[in-house]
């Protein structure tokens, strides 16, 4: 079932944070609503939230009355910009809304610019459910029988349109019978892994067992884990990967234990321009730290560091796997060889 629906001018999205308690729909029939949707992490995940601005843009296009091209184009531009500003680290999200930009750029009519900025949205949303499945079917090449993957954050089909990344590869490993075994961080301070992971896996039936983010390093030490498998929200050329927070933590534990580290994501997450140093790191309200379901868990006014992401190098990862094959290191060499592969 796809995560992300577009019928009758209304944008409907599966609501991450009420699962898995609730699945709630939501009803999207603006850029701003879709703007707050992303930022109060309703929809998530770096492929689900470019595909989820994508469709923000031609919402927003689509509300305009006027007969004026150029001010629809000023208010499609005012719009990516808001977007773009939304959640900044993961680059699926300005790659979507550019290309969104570009499929309009010779058109010249009102009419034209809403239907094209719809037509791409859809191809994009997609696409991801087909790049997805290439994912997982390259993913094949490094899952055996018998493996014990630990996996970080929800990078499944609550992250994507349909399928996911790296719990893509783990569900179609499993439908083909790799006889695996999961065991999934629950992931501070918003439990992806707790909330949406676990509810994917067990509707999925794959056996798994939920971990506290701090019992990684015991699981591995114990020979729990013989692989560890990731996504990820922004991929350098220099092979370094911003991703959820707590996924270095986990690269340097795997190296310690001689565990391979794989990372799953499309050529959409890849950056080609930016530097390790300049990633935008988003920065999250405290609450997220200081507050456990609502209540207050630590002393009033403390202060906090909330990154949501970190940046693991390219030394601690045994390969990335995306729709056009695996790549190995050494990935500034590697990666530009994949790029114009098809
Ligand atoms: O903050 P989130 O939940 O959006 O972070 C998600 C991740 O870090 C995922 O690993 C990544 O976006 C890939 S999802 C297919």
Redesign the pocket.
């Known amino acids: 079932m796809r995560s992300i629906m577009f019928k009758n001018g209304v944008l409907y999205a599966l609501d991450?944070s009420r699962l898995p308690h609730r699945e709630v729909w939501l009803k999207l029939r603006n850029a701003n609503q879709v703007a707050s949707a992303i930022r109060e992490?309703r929809i998530?995940?770096?492929?689900?939230?470019g595909v989820a601005a994508a469709y923000g843009l031609a919402l927003e296009a689509l509300k305009y009355r006027g007969k004026d091209a150029n001010r629809l184009r000023e208010i499609v531009l005012k719009t990516s910009e808001y977007l773009k500003s939304v959640?900044p680290t993961?680059r699926n999200l300005s790659w979507a809304i550019d290309r969104c930009l570009k499929a309009i750029e010779k058109e010249g009519a009102v009419d034209g610019i809403k239907k094209r900025l719809l037509e791409e949205a859809e191809k994009i949303a997609n696409e991801d459910v087909e790049t997805n499945l290439k994912i997982a079917k390259n993913g094949l090449e490094i899952i055996m029988d018998g493996d014990k993957i630990l996996t970080?954050?929800?990078?499944?089909g609550l992250?994507?349109v349909e399928y996911?990344?790296?719990?893509g590869i783990i569900r179609v490993a499993w439908e083909k019978g790799r006889r695996i075994f999961v065991i999934a961080t629950e992931?501070r301070p918003?439990l992806?892994g707790a909330r949406l992971t676990a509810w994917e896996l067990k509707k999925y039936g794959i056996p798994f067992k939920l971990i506290c983010d701090s019992m990684a390093g015991y699981v591995m030490s114990m020979g729990m884990v013989n692989k560890v498998l990731?996504?990820?929200?922004r991929i350098l050329s220099t092979g370094h990967v911003a991703?959820?927070i707590g996924?270095l933590t986990l690269a340097i534990l795997a190296k310690h234990y001689g565990i391979p580290f794989y990372v799953a994501?499309p050529f959409s997450?890849f950056d080609f321009t930016t530097k390790p140093q300049e990633i935008p790191i988003?920065e999250r309200s405290p609450e997220e730290v200081t507050h456990f379901a609502g209540r207050l868990v630590t002393v009033k006014d403390v202060e906090v560091i909330n990154p949501?992401?970190d940046i693991t190098p390219p030394e601690l990862i045994s390969g990335i796997i995306t729709e056009k094959g695996v790549i190995r290191p050494p990935y500034s060499e590697n990666i530009p060889k994949f790029i114009n592969k098809s």
Do not use: W, Y
């Open positions: 991450s992490m998530r995940g770096a492929p689900l939230i959640r993961g970080h954050c929800n990078t499944g992250g994507t996911g990344t790296a719990l992931t918003l992806q990731v996504g990820a929200d991703n959820k996924t994501a997450t988003e949501a992401f």
